[in-house]
């Protein structure tokens, strides 16, 4: 009896102890491994140990801008689709960057064997208005051809599987793919043309809020950043590795261990290791969006971003 009683009270305890976890929505515009830092930090219990009960939601970046401004998220995980709604005069603003470098590949068939020579082809490209679908434009203008003029570029939104079906079927000539539907794609004989990491330089995953919420719940904002950094630096510690595929393969399923592997060593390229990147690739893509919005007016990196929280997380942890 005294054991059973001991157990009962053990599991009252831990019942009452998850309740008390503070539910937190965070949209990702999808799966993919460039969120490899969420992953991380949730299967881990880095959330946990910082008072929330985390739980991704998978929403295009413009809807979750507004989802989050409405009331009915916490955070939106790409970065991109915060800036583009605080360019576009919103109240909202990115706190950490996980991603610096955009970890998309411009993909075709086999006998595409330059990029100049998509002229007169078709290609499929991410969300319509969507960063990425900006950026392609940007990556073609950088190796000579007019996305109005020299490509037919069609936004197909959906999941990169899809589109590497379509690339499959020969519905179009070349896709934009993240990992590891790009590697899918070179083991079904087709060609990665452009890494589009090694073109241009701004971030394109972390997460934001609105300004409402970094006024009125600080200390949630700056537990979200903690245990993301956790997520990072577990991450890039080495002897984590096997314990990093393991999870790359969960998330992913059903990737195996060697296209989890293959996978990691790409986002390695592009992760950061503190949360924060450089002012100056925060201006590309602020410019970016100004572009493509034909916003007129001036728009400086501190009106987008509030460094404020991540160097208060990066101090706690002794990043800095």
Request: net charge positive; glycine share 8%; hydrophobic share 45%.
């Amino acid at each position: 009896l005294a054991l059973l009683l001991a157990f009962l009270l053990s599991f009252a305890a831990a019942g009452e102890s998850q309740s008390s976890l503070a539910k937190v929505r965070l949209a990702l515009p999808t799966k993919a491994v460039s969120f490899l830092a969420f992953y991380i930090a949730h299967r881990k219990g880095f959330y946990k140990d910082e008072g929330i009960e985390f739980e991704p939601i998978i929403m295009q970046p413009s809807l979750a801008s507004t989802a989050v401004l409405t009331g009915d998220l916490d955070y939106n995980g790409a970065v991109t689709g915060v800036i583009g709604a605080a360019v576009a005069g919103r109240p909202m603003k990115a706190v950490l960057f996980t991603v610096a470098r955009p970890l998309q590949y411009l993909m075709s068939r086999n006998d595409i064997k330059d990029a100049r020579d998509l002229k007169g082809k078709k290609i499929a490209g991410s969300s319509p208005g969507g960063t990425v679908t900006f950026l392609t434009k940007l990556v073609l203008r950088n190796v000579g051809l007019d996305s109005e003029r020299d490509v037919f570029l069609n936004p197909m939104g959906g999941t990169g599987a899809s589109r590497l079906a379509a690339l499959e079927s020969g519905v179009v000539d070349a896709v934009i793919l993240e990992s590891p539907e790009n590697f899918l794609a070179q083991r079904k004989g087709f060609r990665e043309l452009i890494f589009f990491g090694d073109q241009v330089e701004f971030p394109q995953n972390g997460f934001g809020t609105s300004e409402k919420k970094l006024k009125e719940n600080p200390d949630e904002v700056c537990r979200m950043v903690r245990a993301t950094l956790r997520g990072l630096a577990f991450t890039w510690d080495k002897r984590n590795q096997d314990q990093v595929i393991d999870i790359l393969m969960r998330e992913m399923k059903p990737i195996g261990a060697s296209l989890a592997n293959e996978s990691l060593g790409q986002v390695m390229r592009v992760i950061t290791k503190d949360g924060s990147v450089k002012s100056e690739s925060i201006q590309v893509l602020i410019d970016l969006v100004r572009e493509n919005a034909k916003v007129t007016w001036p728009v400086t990196v501190n009106q987008v971003v509030d460094f404020s929280f991540l160097e208060k997380a990066q101090k706690e942890l002794g990043m800095r």
